[in-house]
């Protein structure tokens, strides 16, 4: 069985041979040649403004090409229908041999962050509360932006597609759940349904303590959510999905960061007992961070010792041994 095999049955919940360690080059994730996110200080393809002051944080936007929700009919929005794809997006496409790999488009920042890089984010959150029209009109847009790239993903030949849109803080919501459900969740509905309609596999990057909107989430079509901070209930999210949501993520990343190799193992394996039972999991920090690289080899021994399914290690995670 290799990796993608694999993969594929831990995402069906099927009896997987082994916990990924992260989705290596089984899915692999293609882009447009367009510019969503700089490297550098510049415009983005929406017209947002970045800047960078130390090139270890990257860029970031400080200028919003809208000024009033007033304005959002007025928009210019990039055209994805016909954008390139990035260059080694197109040689993953011409692959002869597909059969160790399936291929992932993104889908950007989807709704929220794309919405307050063009607006700003004070505006936009005083903009649900003051007009909330207004805010809907533009999650439109966006979508509309963003079903152009999921058509073009799905004739690409993709098997998945990821969403990126970050709804949490550590505490909780950046926003009321009734805010979400009543302002983000139909626009992104209609995106899961083309998904769901195409038979592309659903993924959604979003950090932050979002469990109380998980439910909305797996009932719209979610099958994979990244990167499961530990902020979050995973072991209570896990009973209460187990089978129908694979989580991606979940190992801490300040541990990752900051943890003795020890720590690392310990959490290794809390994650692998929380999440791993009968497939759905995939192993990867929590969170985007420099991380030591013995805290990283430590991950990955460990989760080759205690993540086979059906070893005596893995069997004794569920048995209270301690190992």
């Not at 291929?103 to 962050?113: D, I, K, N, Y």
């Not at 990244?226 to 999210?237: R, S």
């Not at 949501?245 to 900051?258: C, E, H, P, W």
């Amino acid at each position: 069985m290799n990796h993608l095999e694999n993969l594929q049955r831990v995402l069906r919940h099927d009896h997987p041979g082994w916990v990924p360690n992260g989705l290596g080059m089984a899915l692999r994730e293609i882009g447009f040649a367009t510019v969503e996110w700089p490297e550098q200080a510049g415009l983005d393809a929406w017209g947002v403004g970045w800047d960078m002051v130390d090139p270890e944080l990257g860029a970031y936007p400080v200028t919003h090409p809208l000024q009033s929700l007033d304005d959002v009919d007025d928009l210019p929005m990039p055209d994805f229908s016909t954008a390139p794809y990035s260059e080694k997006a197109q040689a993953w496409m011409a692959a002869d041999d597909r059969a160790d790999f399936w291929l992932m488009g993104r889908v950007g920042e989807t709704l929220f962050e794309r919405a307050w890089m063009l607006l700003g984010m004070e505006n936009l959150m005083i903009g649900l509360f003051e007009n909330p029209d207004g805010v809907r009109r533009l999650f439109r847009r966006i979508a509309d932006a963003r079903a152009a790239m999921i058509a073009r993903h799905h004739a690409a030949g993709c098997e998945a597609v990821i969403f990126a849109d970050d709804y949490g803080g550590q505490d909780n919501l950046l926003m009321s759940p009734d805010a979400w459900r009543a302002l983000i969740r139909p626009e992104l509905a209609r995106l899961y349904a083309m998904c769901r309609d195409a038979g592309l596999l659903i993924v959604h990057h979003s950090c932050g303590r979002i469990e109380g909107i998980i439910p909305d989430l797996v009932e719209m079509g979610l099958n994979v959510w990244h990167p499961c901070q530990p902020v979050n209930d995973l072991a209570a999210l896990k009973q209460r999905f187990a089978g129908r949501l694979t989580f991606y993520g979940a190992v801490n990343s300040a541990i990752l960061a900051r943890g003795t190799t020890d720590e690392v193992r310990a959490e290794v394996r809390l994650r692998v007992r929380e999440l791993a039972a009968g497939g759905g999991y995939v192993a990867a920090p929590s969170h985007g961070v420099p991380f030591l690289p013995e805290n990283l080899a430590a991950m990955d021994d460990e989760l080759r010792r205690v993540g086979g399914y059906g070893s005596p290690e893995y069997a004794a995670l569920f048995e209270g041994e301690s190992r």
